[in-house]
């Protein structure tokens, strides 16, 4: 049972550098979101989508673009990494938002 | 004022104890709560859903409190094992929203 899967686990990256973190997950979910967590904040929602096509802003969109070309699909772009975006990544997915989260395992992203 | 807030914490609590955490949430029309545990910064794993006549789980009880616009989450004889942290989440307007978790140290 593969669920969500995140790659790569860990990057690093230097200021200015761009890269993607990819999200898959093959429960068919509609609902798939992004999240970064740093010490003694918690989870912050990043950018979600619910359904192929649709995308929308969380609370921290600042220097992240996504797209969902595909129901199993849900990249992360980050498009001029900073030091400020040095975090680790969760995706998630699920039916609906009324439904718990999937989470993949994370991606440990340090920006120098 | 964030949308979901939560103590931080760390909740030190004797093995044994009855510890309880709340969390509040700013968005009277959301419909759906949960608690998630998390180790060490590993991922999230789903505790329980919170639903509006309360819950049970073993030694874990989850109340919702729509009128004051909190869920709350009762461990009973804590073990050594349920030190984490302890994150709500809640259905905002088509999004899920985290608190900022609460930590618990279960001592010997």
């Known amino acids: 049972n593969a669920g969500v899967t995140q790659t790569p686990k860990f990057q690093v990256l230097k200021t200015g550098q761009s890269m993607t973190l990819q999200c898959a997950q093959d429960m068919n979910h509609e609902y798939m979101s992004w999240y970064r967590q740093d010490p003694g904040m918690g989870l912050r929602l990043i950018h979600y989508?619910?359904?192929?096509?649709?995308?929308d802003q969380g609370e921290v969109p600042n220097g992240y673009n996504v797209s969902r070309s595909t129901t199993e699909d849900f990249p992360l772009r980050l498009l001029s990494a900073a030091p400020s975006q040095t975090s680790v990544y969760f995706c998630?997915?699920?039916?609906?938002?009324?439904?718990?989260?999937?989470f993949g395992d994370g991606t440990r992203l340090s920006i120098l | 004022r964030k949308e979901v807030e939560q103590d931080p914490g760390p909740f030190n609590v004797p093995e044994g104890a009855t510890v309880a955490f709340n969390c509040t949430y700013s968005n009277s029309a959301s419909q759906s709560f949960f608690w998630y545990r998390q180790d060490c910064r590993k991922e999230p794993k789903l505790l329980m859903s919170?639903?509006?006549s309360g819950n049970e789980d073993g030694r874990f009880t989850a109340q919702l409190n729509r009128a004051s616009q909190y869920i709350s989450l009762l461990i009973r004889d804590s073990k050594l094992s349920d030190s984490a942290t302890y994150l709500c989440?809640?259905?905002?307007?088509?999004?899920?929203?985290f608190g900022s978790g609460t930590r618990l140290l279960v001592r010997p």
């Open positions: 919170v639903y509006s």
């Open positions: 989440a809640v259905d905002s307007s088509y999004k899920l929203i």
């Open positions: 989508s619910v359904g192929a096509g649709i995308t």
């Open positions: 998630a997915s699920s039916a609906r938002t009324d439904q718990p989260q999937h």
